[in-house]
């Protein structure tokens, strides 16, 4: 999957963009600003954690917005098994040309 460089989230255009490591804080993958609306995503590390990192600030952003208070633990959990989910099972529903076809 390509990284986007926007996303459409909850009624919200979000900016996402591949940083340099030192421009996240905290030493994480990932961060989202979300007053700004900005998902930063650590440019170095390879695609597919590119791909779940995305995954998890989206969680991210659901977990703040209906204040579900999951702790980060949690929320990595979800990431990481939605994003073998998907990956294992080919899933994208953005684009129809794995649907089964009827015969």
């Not at 989202?32 to 600030?57: A, C, F, G």
């Not at 991210?60 to 204040?67: K, L, R, S, T």
């Not at 959990?77 to 529903?93: P, Q, R």
């Amino acid at each position: 999957m390509k990284i986007p460089e926007k996303i459409k989230f909850l009624g919200h255009e979000y900016e996402v963009r591949q940083l340099p490591q030192n421009e996240i804080g905290g030493g994480c993958n990932g961060e989202t600003w979300m007053k700004l609306h900005k998902i930063n995503i650590d440019d170095y590390v390879p695609q597919s954690r590119k791909e779940s990192v995305l995954l998890h600030e989206i969680i991210e952003i659901v977990n703040c917005q209906f204040g579900l208070e999951l702790d980060h633990w949690k929320i990595g959990c979800l990431e990481e098994t939605l994003y073998a989910t998907l990956k294992e099972n080919k899933l994208n529903y953005g684009d129809d040309s794995n649907a089964i076809k009827k015969g």
